[in-house]
Nanobody, 125 residues
Framework: QVQLEESGGGSVQAGGSHRLSCAASGRTSSDYHMGWFRQVPGKEREFVGAIGRYGALTNYGDSVKGRFFVSRDNAKNIVYLQMNYLKPEDTAVYFC??????????????????WGQGTQVTVSS
């Protein structure tokens, strides 16, 4: 079992950059593929990005491709979400999540076994 805690949320100006962190405790984070999702009230949870266990594989949602980047430091058990060229529509609660099994369906939230509590990111124009 792994526990996940996001940090780094806050308010950002449109066009700016911001980085979120997800700290894993319990089992070693390299046992899991890691994903980032986001959610706004009244909408389904949206896939943002994912990274394979050792960082070689990544995948991104269409709305953030080319702007957001996921990385990980397995020595520190931390996964990062670097967000660039932020837009007001990026405003959401951001969650990190962990999954076992193949990386193939990393964009499907139902594949994930463990979730953090989320951190709010607000982008103002």
């Amino acid at each position: 079992q792994v526990q996940l805690e996001e940090s780094g949320g806050g308010s950002v100006q449109a066009g700016g950059s911001h980085r979120l962190s997800c700290a894993a405790s319990g089992r070693t984070s390299s046992d899991y593929h890691m994903g980032w999702f986001r959610q706004v009230p009244g909408k389904e949870r949206e896939f943002v990005g994912a990274i394979g266990r050792y960082g070689a594989l990544t995948n991104y949602g269409d709305s953030v491709k080319g702007r957001f980047f996921v990385s990980r430091d397995n020595a520190k058990n931390i996964v990062y979400l670097q967000m660039n060229y932020l837009k007001p529509e990026d405003t959401a609660v951001y969650f990190c999540a962990a999954k076992t099994g193949p990386f193939l369906r990393a964009g499907d939230s139902r594949e994930y076994d463990y979730w953090g509590q989320g951190t709010q990111v607000t982008v103002s124009s």
